[in-house]
């Protein structure tokens, strides 16, 4: 099968790496990728938010098969565009993923499936949004309605900063402050049937301890040992399957992937939010655990044919990726730095990888940054202990100018 996966970042690195060792691919496409992508995969310039040029793109190509990355294509409709020629696609349509491109509607829908999740107000008003305030007491939680690559999310004690927030917002979601670890479970469903993968959890904060200010995650472990045996279960019937549920009974079924963030609270497992997409750099831990080939399975979802999968291998093992960001991330981050020591990653450790994310090839040939998040570094072992020390030793190799990242991810979960 012919495979065009759109999107360049870390997430498309791991979903073209995983693609390039399926033998039913036979020839592996990504527009518009990065420099690490490259490696695996044949690179198309494209828009990626241009349903009609990704849906041309396909088409010229000869694609039997189209997985779309990002949350931003997807709110765009470029799903609908790709199948509209009559090409399968993975992703859900522009309305179903109004689950993700949307919190308002996002908590519609989970209040009519009975899904657990924060109490929350929707405010448009300078006067709703301090009547939301005041109900609900500090920490406060204020969301941007709309898609903010993972910036629209302010929690803070300071009430005159979860003001300003949300004042600056339009329409904003403002809700209860959620206490307990976080965790990310993914599930690929053909918008009938729900198939969970492995739960992750992420590090949202910009440094060690959890302090800074929130990024798009800085690195990601899998699988989780101290969760619940019971969770994945739980979570499926209590969250993944009743949303799906209704937003079929809706007439806007949700075929992709389902990204459920939760938190486990006190009084039970609640919905953080919901994503319609893989998540990163969650995806890298838990596509490098799954054994299962990974084109048979999205494409099934992409078709209607999940109710006849067969049940999905996973490694017993663990793994570890911890992101590498450039000078100034979350803030406007500093490119066009060169990065070293990719070549001894690949030479040197058989257990570790480096996926790109914000990268491009100079004129000169080099690879310098080009994002804010720039690498991440994943490896694997037989536990969490080993991953982490295989992924940090990888990290140690690798130089970026003015770079950072965290030295804690997955310690507390490996006992240290
Ligand atoms: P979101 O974009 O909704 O995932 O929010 C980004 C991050 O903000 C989450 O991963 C949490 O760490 C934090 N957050 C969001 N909503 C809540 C909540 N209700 N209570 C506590 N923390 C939250
Ligand atoms: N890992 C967070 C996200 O993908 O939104």
Same mark, same amino acid.
């Given at each position: 099968?012919?495979?065009?996966?759109?999107?360049?970042?870390?997430?498309?690195?791991?979903?073209?790496r995983?693609?390039?060792?399926?033998?039913?691919?036979?020839?592996?496409?990504?527009?518009?990728?990065?420099?690490?992508?490259?490696?695996v995969a044949?690179?198309?310039?494209?828009d990626?938010? !241009?349903?009609?040029?990704?849906?041309? /793109?396909a088409?010229?190509?000869?694609?039997?098969?189209?997985?779309?990355?990002?949350?931003?294509?997807?709110?765009? $409709?470029?799903a609908?565009?790709?199948?509209?020629?009559?090409?399968?696609?993975?992703?859900?349509?522009?309305?179903?993923?109004?689950?993700?491109?949307?919190?308002?509607?996002?908590?519609d829908?989970?209040?009519?499936a009975?899904?657990?999740?924060a109490?929350?107000?929707?405010?448009?008003?300078?006067?709703?949004?301090?009547?939301?305030?005041?109900?609900?007491?500090?920490?406060?939680?204020?969301?941007? !309605?709309?898609?903010?690559?993972?910036?629209?999310v302010?929690? +803070?004690?300071?009430?005159?900063?979860?003001?300003?927030?949300?004042?600056?917002? $339009?329409?904003?979601?403002?809700?209860?402050?959620?206490?307990?670890?976080?965790?990310?479970?993914?599930?690929?469903t053909?918008?009938?049937?729900?198939?969970?993968?492995?739960?992750?959890?992420?590090?949202?904060?910009a440094?060690?301890?959890?302090?800074?200010?929130?990024?798009?995650?800085?690195?990601?472990?899998?699988?989780?040992p101290?969760?619940?045996?019971?969770?994945?279960?739980e979570?499926?019937?209590?969250?993944?399957?009743?949303?799906?549920?209704e937003?079929?009974?809706r007439? +806007?079924?949700?075929?992709?992937?389902?990204?459920?963030?939760l938190?486990?609270?006190?009084?039970?497992?609640?919905?953080i939010?919901f994503?319609?997409?893989?998540g990163?750099?969650?995806?890298?831990?838990? /596509?490098?655990?799954?054994?299962?080939? /990974?084109?048979g399975?999205?494409? @099934?979802?992409?078709?209607?044919?999940?109710?006849?999968?067969?049940?999905?291998?996973?490694?017993?093992?663990?793994?570890? +990726?911890?992101?590498?960001?450039?000078?100034?991330?979350?803030? +406007?981050?500093?490119? $066009?730095?060169?990065?070293?020591?990719?070549?001894?990653?690949?030479?040197?450790?058989?257990?570790?990888?480096?996926?790109?994310?914000?990268?491009r090839?100079?004129?000169?040939?080099?690879?310098?940054s080009? $994002?804010?998040r720039?690498?991440?570094? #994943?490896?694997?072992?037989?536990?969490?202990?080993? @991953?982490?020390d295989?992924?940090?030793?990888?990290l140690?190799?690798?130089?970026?100018?003015?770079?950072?990242?965290? #030295?804690?991810?997955?310690?507390?979960?490996?006992?240290?």
């Open positions: 099968m012919k495979v065009l996966v759109i999107g360049g970042g870390a997430r498309e690195h791991a979903l073209c995983s693609l390039s060792l399926d033998p039913d691919v036979t020839s592996l496409h990504c527009a518009p990728g990065n420099a690490g992508i490259a490696e044949e690179l198309h310039p494209v990626a938010l !241009d349903g009609a040029a990704v849906a041309g /793109l088409a010229d190509l000869g694609a039997d098969f189209v997985i779309v990355g990002p949350e931003a294509p997807l709110v765009a $409709g470029v609908d565009a790709v199948r509209d020629r009559g090409i399968d696609c993975f992703g859900p349509t522009r309305e179903a993923a109004a689950l993700e491109g949307s919190k308002a509607f996002a908590k829908v989970m209040a009519a009975g899904v657990p999740t109490r929350a107000y929707v405010c448009t008003t300078p006067e709703e949004i301090d009547t939301a305030l005041d109900a609900f007491g500090a920490p406060y939680v204020v969301k941007d !309605d709309g898609l903010a690559a993972g910036k629209g302010v929690v +803070t004690e300071d009430l005159a900063a979860a003001r300003e927030h949300a004042l600056s917002c $339009g329409r904003v979601v403002i809700e209860e402050y959620l206490d307990g670890p976080e965790v990310s479970l993914f599930a690929v053909d918008g009938d049937t729900v198939i969970p993968l492995q739960p992750a959890q992420d590090f949202k904060r440094l060690d301890a959890g302090e800074g200010p929130n990024t798009g995650g800085m690195g990601a472990y899998s699988p989780l101290w969760a619940d045996p019971k969770l994945v279960d979570v499926t019937r209590t969250v993944l399957q009743p949303t799906v549920d937003l079929r009974r007439g +806007t079924p949700f075929a992709g992937l389902l990204y459920a963030g938190a486990i609270t006190s009084r039970g497992v609640r919905v939010e994503n319609a997409r893989f990163d750099p969650e995806t890298q831990v838990v /596509l490098a655990r799954l054994k299962t080939p /990974l084109a399975l999205l494409r @099934a979802a992409a078709t209607g044919q999940l109710a006849a999968f067969p049940e999905l291998r996973w490694s017993d093992g663990a793994a570890v +990726t911890v992101v590498i960001a450039s000078y100034n991330y979350p803030d +406007t981050p500093r490119t $066009g730095d060169p990065i070293t020591g990719l070549a001894d990653v690949a030479e040197k450790d058989s257990h570790a990888y480096v996926l790109h994310a914000g990268t090839l100079a004129d000169d040939g080099r690879v310098v080009a $994002g804010g720039v690498l991440s570094v #994943t490896a694997t072992g037989p536990d969490l202990g080993k @991953a982490r295989r992924a940090y030793r990888a140690d190799r690798i130089t970026l100018d003015g770079g950072h990242h965290r #030295t804690d991810i997955a310690a507390r979960a490996a006992g240290l």
